[in-house]
Nanobody, 126 residues
Framework: QVQLVESGGGSVQAGGSLRLSCEASGVTFSSYAMGWFRQAPGKEREFVAGINWSGGSQLYADSVKGRFIISRDNAKNTVYLQMNSLKPEDTAVYYC???????????????????WGQGTQVTVSS
C-alpha cells in the first residue's frame, strides 16, 4: 500500500523559512517522480514544484521560482521542499504527490500524479 506522509508545516512570519518533508512507503521510491502542490481556501490546487526520479530535473511554478527548492533523498524515501522568503500568499495546504509513469519527466499537472499525501498546513502571517 502506497503511503505519502508530509511533515514540517506550521506558522511563520513573512520572510521566514520552512522545510517540508514527504516520506514515501510501499513504493520503490527511486522509480517515482515527485511533486508538491498546494491549495489555498477557495482556490484550486496548484503546482508548486516537481522533481524527476533521479533528482536531475526540477520544475517550479513561477510564483515560487528562486524562493523554493525541491530535492530528494532516495536512500531515505523522502522528498523535501525548502521554502524561503515566505509570503502571506504562500499560505495553503501543501500536498506531496508521486507517480511512476512519468519516468524521467517532471509534470506540473495534478492529474498526472497517481498518489497523494494528506497534506500539511503552511500559514504565513504578514
Amino acid at each position: 500500500q502506497v503511503q505519502l506522509v508530509e511533515s514540517g508545516g506550521g506558522s511563520v512570519q513573512a520572510g521566514g523559512s520552512l522545510r517540508l518533508s514527504c516520506e514515501a512507503s510501499g513504493v520503490t521510491f527511486s522509480s517515482y517522480a515527485m511533486g508538491w502542490f498546494r491549495q489555498a481556501p477557495g482556490k484550486e490546487r496548484e503546482f508548486v514544484a516537481g522533481i524527476n526520479w533521479s533528482g536531475g530535473s526540477q520544475l517550479y511554478a513561477d510564483s515560487v521560482k528562486g524562493r523554493f527548492i525541491i530535492s530528494r533523498d532516495n536512500a531515505k524515501n523522502t522528498v523535501y521542499l525548502q521554502m524561503n522568503s515566505l509570503k502571506p500568499e504562500d499560505t495553503a495546504v501543501y500536498y506531496c504527490s508521486a507517480d511512476m509513469r512519468l519516468g524521467v519527466r517532471v509534470s506540473k499537472f495534478h492529474d498526472e500524479y497517481e498518489y497523494w499525501g494528506q497534506g500539511t498546513q503552511v500559514t504565513v502571517s504578514s
